[in-house]
């Protein structure tokens, strides 16, 4: 169960069993038609690894959609947020 400390037996005493819980990420796509949600999210060692991951899909999604028009492809974005739901990165990035 996150949040808690799994133990483990080993000869009657009981010691915490090494845990290594990487964040969840939400990828909330927006495009001209509206905001798909995401609800599951996924795990991610580090936020820089979403936001790659982010890039790609956004690449796959525009070329997979057909998408050409500058405007739909500046309104096409992922907002990633962390599991407490705060905006963390958005890709594209504003600078791009």
Do not use: W
Request: charged share 30%.
């Amino acid at each position: 169960m996150e949040g808690t400390l799994k133990f483990r037996c080993n000869f009657g005493a009981r010691k915490p069993a090494a845990q290594s819980v990487m964040p969840r990420y939400f990828f909330h796509l927006h495009t001209e038609a509206g905001i798909e949600k995401d609800i599951m999210g996924l795990e991610f060692p580090s936020l820089e690894a979403a936001v790659a991951d982010a890039q790609e899909a956004r690449r796959e999604y525009l070329s997979d959609e057909g998408v050409e028009s500058t405007r739909e492809r500046s309104q096409c974005r992922f907002e990633i947020t962390d599991q407490s739901g705060r905006v963390v990165a958005t890709v594209p990035d504003a600078d791009l």
